[in-house]
C-alpha cells in the first residue's frame, strides 16, 4: 500500500518535477542488453539452459514450438532468476504468438502492474509500449471490450505520462473517455480520468473525477489518496489534510499511518 500511494503516485509536489530537458535526456532501455547482463550471473547450467530454449524459438518451425519455448524461458526468468523484465518480454512474446484475447491481456495487465511504481524512465517507457501493443492487439479481438481500453488508456497514464509528457496523458484520456461517454457510472474509467487530469496539471477536472469515484466507493484508499494528492499538488492544503486523515483511518496501518502524518507535516 505505501509503495503504491507515495512511492508510485504520479502528483508530483509542487517545485520537485524534473526540467523538461533533463526529462527527455532518460537512457532508453534495451531488453536485449538487459538480458545479456543478466546471463553473466547464469551458472554454466543455467546458461546452456537458457541458450537451448532461445536456439528453439529462432529455429522453431510452428509457432506451437515458439510459443512453448517462450513461456519456458519466461518461467525460468520468472522461478529461477526472479528478474520480472526478462519474464514480462517472453510472456509477453507468446502472447503475441498465441494470439487468444485472455493470455494478450494477462500479459499486458502484470506489465501495467508492475509499471506503476516504476521510478527508471527508460524501464518505464519501454514496459508501457510492451503492455500497449499487448492491449490493442487484445482489443482487435474484442472491440467492445472496456476493461481493455481502460488497461490500455491507463499504460498512456501511468507510463510515458508520468514524466511529464502530456501529449501521451492525453492519449490516455481519449480512451478512457470513449468508455465514459458509454457508461457514465464506470467508475474505473472515472478513477483513471482523475488520475489522468492530475498528471497533466487540470487539477480541478481531476477532484471532480475523483470525488465521484469517492462517492460511489467511499471505501476506495486509492481513489483518496490520489484525491489528497490532487489537492495538495493545486494547493488546496486544507482538503489534501482532510481527505489525508481519512485515509489514515481507513488504511488503519502504523507504518502507512507514519507516511500520511509526514505529509501532513510537509503540508502544514
Known amino acids: ?48 539452459a537458457i541458450s537451448k530454449l532461445e536456439n528453439s524459438v529462432i529455429r522453431g518451425d510452428v509457432s506451437e514450438q515458439q510459443i512453448k519455448a517462450n513461456m519456458q524461458l519466461a518461467d525460468f526468468w520468472k522461478d529461477s532468476m526472479h528478474v520480472f523484465e526478462p519474464y514480462a518480454y517472453y510472456l509477453s512474446e507468446a502472447a503475441k504468438l498465441d494470439k487468444s484475447e485472455k493470455n494478450l491481456t494477462f500479459a499486458a495487465q502484470l506489465i501495467l502492474n508492475n509499471l506503476r511504481a516504476e521510478q527508471d524512465e527508460g524501464k518505464l517507457n519501454w514496459k508501457a509500449e510492451q503492455a500497449i501493443a499487448l492491449f490493442e492487439k487484445a482489443i482487435e479481438l ?18 510515458k505520462g508520468k514524466f511529464g509528457k502530456p501529449e501521451e496523458t492525453m492519449k490516455g484520456i481519449q480512451q478512457l473517455l470513449s468508455v465514459v461517454r458509454k457508461d457514465s457510472t464506470n ?49 488546496n492544503k486544507d482538503e489534501a489534510i482532510k481527505w489525508y486523515l481519512i485515509i489514515k483511518r481507513l488504511a488503519n496501518d502504523p507504518n502507512y499511518s507514519k507516511e500520511v502524518d509526514e505529509r501532513i507535516k510537509s503540508l502544514r
Open 1 to 48: 500500500m505505501t509503495l503504491l500511494f507515495f512511492f508510485g503516485r504520479t502528483v508530483a509536489p509542487k517545485g520537485n518535477e524534473p526540467a523538461r530537458s533533463e526529462r527527455n535526456t532518460a537512457k532508453a532501455f534495451s531488453i536485449t542488453d538487459f538480458i545479456n547482463e543478466k546471463k553473466k550471473g547464469l551458472t554454466p547450467s543455467q546458461a546452456l
Open 142 to 159: 474484442n472491440p467492445d471490450n472496456d476493461d481493455l481500453k481502460i488497461g490500455l488508456g491507463s499504460c498512456y497514464v501511468f507510463g
Open 187 to 235: 467508475m474505473k474509467a472515472q478513477m483513471m480520468l482523475g488520475v489522468g487530469g492530475s498528471v497533466s496539471g487540470q487539477y480541478d477536472k481531476a477532484i471532480e473525477r475523483l470525488l465521484k469515484v469517492v462517492k460511489a466507493q467511499p471505501d476506495n484508499i486509492e481513489a483518496i489518496a490520489y484525491l489528497a494528492d490532487t489537492y495538495a499538488a493545486k494547493g
